[in-house]
């Protein structure tokens, strides 16, 4: 049955194998956006231009929360696949609250 459905789906192998690299590219651009090193380089970019005079304190000040906005961004998104805590009545100690029917009486 393995073999039949390797044959049978050996024309979509490049679009999974694309698919994988296309995730591993993604993971790691997400992780060298995040990398603290990377971060500090921005940050420290960002200071010395405004030293210089090419950027204005506001132009500054923009660039740098856009900078820590990333980098906060992955812990907001992190929290995204989880589903939401059940709401409902809450459930009292001893009581079988099964949605199957009850079986025979034994």
């Given at each position: ?47 010395a231009a405004a ?13 740098e929360q856009r ?40």
């Open positions: 049955m393995d073999l039949l459905w390797a044959l049978l789906t050996l024309p979509y192998a490049p679009v999974r194998g694309l698919t994988a690299v296309v995730g591993v590219v993604a993971r790691e651009a997400e992780s060298r956006q995040r990398n603290p090193v990377n971060v500090r380089r921005e940050l420290e970019e960002l200071d030293a210089a005079g090419e950027l204005s304190a506001e132009e500054r000040d923009r660039a900078v820590l906005d990333r980098l906060t961004e992955g812990s907001n998104r992190a929290g995204e696949g989880r589903r939401p805590a059940r709401r409902g009545p809450a459930r009292e100690e001893g009581v079988r609250h099964d949605r199957r029917r009850p079986g025979p009486a034994a």
